[in-house]
């Protein structure tokens, strides 16, 4: 079996770590925020569990900062941590120099 990338067991969002967990389900993802937890459907392909990641992230993120009305907007949120998907992923130049800056901080 070929080596697959894992998502991070804990992402943070604000002050907040969220547990990331995969299970089965008929949704790709949940994003509970009293629970602070994410959840992935096992069954998907590699980046599509990384944009539901970022989607799901997404609406942590926007709840996080007050913005409740935008995160139940699926339609916005779709769009946006799609474009923000695509960005990371096809810079990976973008994500070393991320990477280098958060070493810093
Ligand atoms: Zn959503």
């Known amino acids: ?27 790709s993802g949940l994003m509970e925020y009293e629970d602070q937890r994410i959840t992935l459907n096992d069954s998907m392909g590699l980046h ?9 992230s997404f609406h942590a993120m926007l709840t996080c900062i007050g913005k409740e009305e935008l995160s139940d907007n699926e339609g916005f949120v779709q769009a946006a941590s799609n474009a923000l998907t695509a960005l990371l992923i096809n810079n990976i130049d973008l994500i070393r120099y991320i990477n280098e800056v958060a070493r810093k901080a």
């Open 1 to 27: 079996m070929s080596y697959r990338p894992k998502p991070p067991t804990t992402i943070k969002i604000g002050p907040i770590p969220f547990d990331v967990i995969k299970e089965p389900s008929e949704n």
């Open 48 to 56: 599509c569990e990384l944009e539901t990641l970022l989607h799901e």
